[in-house]
């Protein structure tokens, strides 16, 4: 079941990072829950001067990811929402947005936070979304896993050649 056996993540020392969120625009109430606990998230790390940055859909999260970390983020995060219709277009949108956000994730380095919602129904997406009656928040989720990912990374030390 989603939600359950979700690690307990500390993340401490973190106020240096530089982090971008890009959210998508479709589904605004969705949308606007999960970019609110994306923020109040990463103002919880001392992270105060976030770059939020708005695309039209959850296809073009991969691209601005991309951008954002060819300019020096150290962690992104990816919030969308993508709700099953009666065409294939839910399943070419869920793996296009996946592979992008993973490859870009693995050909930079960068952390990407996968705050991209998948649901069959607007329902589900709104149980997810961070807001009042919510049982989970999906943004504030990310937002950890990107920046606890950030700080692993950076307490590796560089190899000696």
């Given at each position: ?78 919030l ?37 919602l ?26 950890t ?17």
């Amino acid at each position: 079941m989603s939600g359950k056996g979700a690690p307990e993540l500390s993340v401490r020392n973190v106020s240096d990072l530089r982090v971008a969120v890009i959210a998508a625009q479709w589904h605004e109430k969705v949308m606007d829950g999960l970019v609110e606990g994306a923020l109040r998230a990463l103002g919880e790390l001392g992270i105060d001067e976030p770059t939020l940055l708005r695309v039209p859909g959850s296809f073009e999260l991969p691209v601005a990811a991309k951008v954002l970390a060819s300019r020096g983020y150290d962690a992104i995060v990816a919030l969308g929402v993508v709700i099953r219709g009666g065409t294939p277009h839910f399943d070419y949108v869920c793996q296009g947005v996946t592979q992008g956000l993973t490859q870009v994730s693995v050909e930079t380095g960068v952390p990407v936070g996968f705050g991209v919602l998948t649901c069959d129904t607007e329902e589900q997406a709104l149980d997810r979304a961070g807001i009042e009656g919510s049982t989970e928040d999906k943004g504030h989720e990310a937002v950890t896993a990107a920046v606890a990912t950030a700080a692993t990374l950076r307490s590796v030390s560089e190899p000696w050649h």
